[in-house]
């Protein structure tokens, strides 16, 4: 359907961003993108390690944000 609306990038954080100077000097091998369609966001995450507890992935989320 052409007029159904469409998931669009709203945002990429990774190391081969090289418009983004900070995700450009990463070398986690973290990226995230964001993606957003008809108000709904979905953000996928790749290069983290597997974490089994809340304590464990707030630090990840909190040292994201710094970055």
């Given amino acids: 359907d052409p007029t159904a609306s469409r998931w669009t990038i709203a945002h ?3 190391s081969d961003n090289t418009a983004d100077p900070n995700a450009s000097q990463s ?4 990226a995230a993108t964001l993606f957003r369609k008809s108000g709904e966001n979905v953000l996928a995450v790749r ?3 597997p974490i089994v ?3 464990g992935i707030t630090r990840d989320l ?3 944000t710094v970055l």
Avoid at 27 to 30: I, L, M, V
Wanted: no cysteine; proline share 0%.
């Fill in 62 to 64: 909190i040292t994201l």
């Fill in 12 to 14: 990429y954080y990774g």
């Fill in 53 to 55: 507890n809340f304590t």
């Fill in 27 to 30: 070398k986690s091998g973290f």
């Fill in 47 to 49: 290069g983290m390690e």
